[in-house]
């Protein structure tokens, strides 16, 4: 199952709606970051069915950035302003939005989802499911706040296997240190992210007692 995603760093969260025109989104993103349209950057899986997504940014005046796939870590980087990423949207997989939802909940930002049918057979099979295509099914703000993800319980590992989108080598955050959960004592609640260092600091053996 498919689904239509719109994703923000801290700085916009709690302000963004997926079910307002995209235009409207991105005038109150850019309005939020004190930027200009044209200097307002998406980021966008380069697909056939985003093509009229791509007007509508256009016709917008912001810039577009493609990637050929991974929209979890197009989500991400909307919470990384080494990235240059204001926002992620467009049409991805419901997994995929699970996994952003988890880790931009540690990182601040927000990430809202609708089932996405490609097509009528797809539709009518989600329906006979019992899927309901007009709800927002996903809903996540920040880790201070009641959303879908009903625990405190997630752990993302983001691994870095390629020099594409996301390389872990060109952000130069030493400082990025959050929560990943609501628990202080967990000693797999420090969420680390620097360059060409270990990104996790745990003893194995809690990662074990963990899973």
Known sequence: MYMDKIAVGPSCRGLINIEKPVEENLKIIAKAKGIRPQDLTVVVLDRPRHVELVKKIRGFG???????DGD?????????????IDVLIGVGGTPEGVLAACALRAMGGEIQGKLFARNDDELKAGIEMGYDFEKVELKNKSREIEDDLDNDDELVIQSDLSDKEFDINQIQNEDLNEDLND???DEISNYSLKTNEEVWNVDPQVIKEKL
């Open 62 to 68: 912001a810039r577009i950035r493609f990637i050929d």
């Open 183 to 185: 628990n202080k004592d």
């Open 72 to 84: 979890v870590a197009g989500a991400l980087m909307t919470s990384l302003p080494e990235s240059g």
